[in-house]
């Protein structure tokens, strides 16, 4: 996994397999329902890649750098 610092938010690059799609959906499904001022992004770009962007306001960096681990 490659990260990327955004200005409101981080950018995670992961290799392009179903396994990692369904993970990152269920991901995603799960933080919603807890976190929800989370903005999320995935892009799945054809066999290469997959770029998953977690954003938000104020203060969303420090939060998933510290509750989330990321």
Do not use: P, W
Not at 15 to 23: F, G
Not at 39 to 57: E, K, T
């Amino acid at each position: 996994m490659e990260k990327v610092e955004l200005s409101d938010g981080f950018s995670y690059k992961f290799s392009n397999t179903d396994a990692t799609i369904d993970l990152l959906a269920n991901f995603i499904k799960t933080e919603r329902e807890c976190c929800d001022f989370f903005n999320f992004n995935m892009f799945v770009s054809g066999d290469q890649y997959i770029l998953l962007d977690i954003s938000g306001a104020d203060g969303i960096k420090t939060f998933i750098h510290n509750e989330i681990g990321l």
